[in-house]
Structures are given as C-alpha cells and as structure tokens.
C-alpha cells in the first residue's frame, strides 16, 4: 500500500511541477482572441490553431537570435512536456468553446430583444 501511495504523491508532485512550469498566458490571450473574431464552429481545429501559435511565438525570440534549429521546443521524450502541451490545448478548447457560447446566447438575447 505504501508503493501505490508514493506513487500518487509523485504523480501529484509532478502534476503540480507542471501547471507551475507552462506558461498560459499566451495560450488564454490567442484563444480568446480567436474564439472572438472568428465563428462559432470547429472548436478543436481553432485550439490546435492557439496551441501552434503559441509555439511560434516562443520561437520568434530564438529565431531573431540566429538559433534556427528548432529553438525553443521541449524534450517530447519525456511525460511533463506532454501533460503541458495536453493542458494548453484543452484550455484552448474550452475558453474559445465558452467564448462562442456566449456570443451565440448574446445574438440571440439581442434578437429576442429586437421583436
């Protein structure tokens, strides 16, 4: 039992590692700005979309720099890289899924506000 109970503490441990590690501001502002301005319809298509801006992003400063070989991606042989790059896509989803959920409940109070 003791095994089994180590092993969810550093699974936790790690968990916490990685929320602490990625970085998701830039993840909320492009999926918000996304979910605004376009319609409200293939949500996964538009998270994958925020999620690969996102990483151009972070390899703008590389580039610029003269570091061309791929600058600034992580080590995808290991777990918390994954579990960071899962995270910031459903965050993604869920914020442009909300966004158009909502601008879809407000041309609608708009419309029944209009008769």
Request: charged share 10%.
């Amino acid at each position: 039992m003791n095994d089994i109970w180590n092993f969810i503490q550093g699974l936790g441990d790690g968990l916490q590692d990685i929320m602490a590690a990625t970085n998701l501001i830039p993840v909320i502002l492009f999926a918000v700005l996304i979910g605004m301005f376009t319609a409200n319809s293939r949500h996964a298509l538009k998270a994958l979309i925020a999620v690969v801006l996102v990483f151009v992003v972070r390899m703008i400063p590389s580039a610029i720099n003269g570091h061309l070989a791929l600058p600034g991606l992580p080590d995808y042989r290991h777990l918390a890289p994954i579990v960071g790059l899962l995270l910031m896509y459903v965050l993604a989803y869920g914020l442009i899924a909300a966004i158009g959920n909502l601008k879809t409940s407000m041309k609608l109070g708009g419309a029944k506000a209009a008769h």
